[in-house]
């Protein structure tokens, strides 16, 4: 049992270039996040999903999207990469949705743009 | 915006004391959860406090929720040095249709050998 994982788990990016961080998990969970944690904000969401082919947006959407096309996978993509996204990203994934019940985390993948 | 918010921002023990941290929240909640993320690497489960309980434990935590003062606070006894990490508080406001599980900022927590 891999539990949440994420690809890649670094990446260094110029600004305006694109990429897609890869999250997967093996718990057959129906609701999966995106958060981004940056020094002293704690954890925001950017997306969450309640369910394949679902996707809805949380606290700091803006300049992300994402995809589940398969219930396992949850993508978050940045069309155009800017300085502000620099953070580390988690994706997590739960049985019930929001508070009912714990999630798991992915070790998180640190992205810089410069 | 923030839900939860910790205090203290950093706390330094022996290990061996007894550390708490608080976590004070701003809107009615269903249920509050505790996270613990060592450094580098993702975030950890530690307990989950429903609003009608007052009290939980497990192992050496114990969390305690005032809803009346929108408060809790987690005891970690006995420390070990293992035990340092960033604690956080998680929160869903209660209502219908809610999916947003809004984390405080942490507490950073430092168990001195």
């Known amino acids: 049992n891999a539990g949440v994982t994420q690809t890649p788990k670094f990446r260094v990016l110029k600004t305006g270039q694109s990429m897609t961080l890869l999250c997967a998990q093996d718990m057959n969970h129906e609701y999966m996040y995106w958060y981004r944690q940056d020094p002293g904000m704690g954890l925001r969401l950017i997306h969450y999903s309640v369910g394949e082919g679902t996707t809805a947006k949380g606290e700091v959407p803006d300049g992300y999207n994402v995809s589940r096309l398969k219930k396992q996978n949850f993508l978050l993509g940045l069309e155009s990469a800017a300085p502000s996204q620099t953070s580390v990203y988690f994706c997590a994934s739960s049985t019930y949705g929001g508070g009912a019940g714990e999630q798991y985390f992915g070790p998180g993948t640190r992205l810089t743009v410069t | 915006s923030q839900q939860g918010e910790e205090d203290p921002q950093a706390l330094s023990i022996q290990e061996g004391e007894n550390a708490t941290m608080n976590c004070s929240y701003k809107?009615?909640?269903?249920?509050l959860q505790w996270y613990r993320q060592n450094s580098g690497r993702g975030l950890v489960h530690l307990i989950l406090?429903?609003?009608?309980?007052r009290e939980k434990h497990s192992g050496r935590l114990r969390v305690t929720l005032d809803t009346s003062k929108k408060s809790s606070s987690l005891l970690i006894t006995a420390s070990r040095a293992a035990d340092t990490a960033s604690y956080f508080c998680a929160t869903v406001p209660s209502g219908a249709g809610s999916y947003q599980l809004t984390f405080g900022k942490g507490t950073k927590l430092s168990v001195i050998p």
């Open positions: 406090i429903r609003s009608n309980e």
């Open positions: 809107t009615s909640i269903n249920n």
